[in-house]
């Protein structure tokens, strides 16, 4: 299964972007890369998933390049209420829907 | 729908004492997932279901872990006996397969059963 890494805290300000990079060497050719996020005291909530290329919805996006070794969650213009915990994903789909799971990043937003 | 629901939200227990953590997992859902969580380990998949049966257990620490999901509404992790390392979040989650088998299911996570074992 793929292993993820990726940093274990990062800082930011309120109105900043904040981009997270993951790492997934390994990854295979099913794999999906997603993205959740978990605020404290409460589950992991998913924000944004992609196969390959460039993805965004209304809160993130997802930029994956062509070889998927790597990804990177873009928050545009955080705010505090983006303090939080965010875990990169590889794996889900097909017949195996085990996700492993790091520890994952913790933002911490500044005002 | 009202989400994954689980009971209890805490739990505080004596070593040795059996404890069983219980899950309903949203209407429709057709997997089902339970995490234990802690501060040293992270979020760690315990085991998983598919239409109630079990698929891969290889997560449960030990012979003291067990889950059942006797329907497509419910689920339980049992816990006998218990110790003070078991003392983690305990989450629960859902998902349904809405596509082919190259789709990704989204999973949705209960608000999990903060368990303490004096």
């Known amino acids: 299964l793929a292993k993820t890494t990726q940093p274990i805290s990062m800082d930011s300000y309120e109105g900043q972007e904040v981009n997270i990079t993951c790492s997934h060497n390994?990854?295979?050719?099913?794999?999906?890369i997603t993205w959740y996020q978990q605020f404290p005291s409460q589950g992991p909530r998913f924000i944004i998933q992609?196969?390959?290329?460039?993805v965004t919805n209304e809160v993130a996006s997802l930029f994956i390049p062509a070889d998927r070794k790597s990804s990177t969650l873009s928050l545009p213009r955080v705010s505090l209420s983006d303090t939080a915990v965010y875990y990169c994903?590889?794996?889900?789909?097909?017949?195996?829907?085990?996700?492993?799971w790091g520890l994952g990043t913790s933002l911490a937003v500044n005002p | 729908d009202a989400g994954v629901i689980q009971s209890p939200r805490h739990e505080v227990t004596e070593m040795g004492q059996e404890v069983t953590l219980r899950c309903k997992p949203i209407?429709?859902?057709?997997?089902l997932f339970w995490y234990r969580q802690t501060m040293m380990r992270g979020l760690e998949l315990l085991i998983y279901?598919?239409?109630?049966?079990?698929?891969?257990d290889s997560g449960m620490p030990e012979d003291r872990f067990s889950a059942k999901m006797p329907n497509a509404s419910f689920s339980t992790l049992k816990i006998q006996p218990s110790e003070p390392r078991d003392s983690a979040v305990y989450f629960c989650?859902?998902?349904?397969?809405?596509?082919?088998?190259?789709?990704?299911?989204?999973?949705?996570f209960g608000p999990g059963t903060r368990l303490t074992v004096l």
């Open positions: 209407s429709g859902h057709d997997y």
């Open positions: 989650a859902s998902s349904f397969n809405s596509g082919g088998p190259l789709s990704y299911n989204e999973q949705f």
């Open positions: 390994n990854i295979a050719t099913n794999d999906y």
């Open positions: 279901f598919n239409n109630n049966v079990p698929i891969d």
């Open positions: 994903l590889v794996g889900g789909a097909g017949n195996n829907r085990k996700l492993i």
């Open positions: 992609g196969y390959k290329t460039k």
